[in-house]
């Protein structure tokens, strides 16, 4: 969930590309429901809920790849022609590894308080979302070298980033990158392309969408050098 959360200020995602689904509902993210992950029709019901088709990957979160409620919510998956992967931290049952389409084992071995699986599997687990969820925004033309240039700028901080994107790619003053993201409609992919093509809003909005929106495609260019920030 808190993955999920995360991406449309990152990479400017709409909230519906990348969604979680938790047993329990959004009370389980404040309140422990732990009967939750036992019902089965639930986790087949979230599934169609959420309008889930042949387009869509499915990531079904478990520890030992026992829990009903991700099982359940797989296998529905599956039924809809959706891809199906299954993320835990200890070898899950071959019946269900057998089912899905990727099967992803980070083995983080017992934990620190015997069975407390929020500790080091829920730890290990998070990273690999984030993996998945990076690796798909970079591949979508989301970055450019390791800058967030779809982000969302919602707050004064990512006001700053964009700005600073901005001075960075395009080798401009502040004052410029404001009046270039002004232009741009704040977008800080559109500042770069009409700074580098030296093109208009409209312009730079259509090389965008013809190339993906991948700047790179667009300005034949290699991005900035990736720098520890």
Same mark, same amino acid.
């Given at each position: 969930?808190? *993955? &999920? ?15 979680? !689904? ?13 009967? /939750? ?18 387009? *869509?990957?499915?990531?079904? !979160? &478990? ?6 409620? =991700?099982? &359940?919510?797989?296998?529905? #998956? #599956?039924?809809?022609? #959706? ?11 071959? *019946? ?15 934990? #620190? ?5 929020? %500790?080091?599997?829920?730890? &290990?687990?998070?990273? =690999? ?5 990076? +690796? /798909? %925004? ?6 450019? +070298? ?20 901005? %001075? ?23 500042? !770069? =392309?009409?700074?580098?093509?030296? =093109?208009?809003?409209?312009? /730079? ?15 034949? *260019? ?8």
């Amino acid at each position: 969930m808190l *993955d &999920a959360s995360e991406c449309p200020p990152t990479f400017g995602t709409k909230p519906e590309m990348v969604q979680g !689904i938790i047993a329990g509902g959004l009370p389980a993210l404040t309140r422990s429901q732990e009967g /939750a992950e036992d019902v089965v029709g639930n986790g087949a019901r979230a599934i169609d809920e959420h309008g889930v088709g042949e387009k *869509d990957f499915v990531i079904g !979160i &478990a520890a030992s790849g026992t829990t009903p409620y =991700v099982r &359940a919510a797989l296998e529905r #998956a #599956a039924e809809l022609g #959706a891809t199906t992967g299954i993320v835990a931290c200890s070898p899950p049952p071959a *019946d269900l590894v057998a089912r899905v389409d990727v099967t992803m084992l980070p083995i983080v071995g017992p934990e #620190a308080v015997t069975g407390s699986t929020r %500790m080091k599997a829920g730890t &290990a687990t998070k990273l =690999v979302l984030n993996t998945i969820t990076t +690796g /798909a %925004m970079i591949r979508l033309g989301k970055t450019y +070298g390791n800058l967030m240039v779809d982000l969302r700028a919602t707050n004064n901080k990512l006001v700053d980033r964009s700005q600073r994107i901005v %001075m960075e790619v395009c080798g401009v003053s502040r004052e410029e990158a404001k009046k270039l993201l002004e232009e741009a409609d704040k977008s800080v992919k559109t500042a !770069i =392309v009409m700074r580098k093509k030296g =093109v208009s809003r409209e312009e /730079a909005k259509r090389l965008l969408a013809e190339n993906g929106g991948v700047i790179r495609r667009i300005t034949k *260019d290699e991005p900035p050098p990736i720098r520890e920030r």
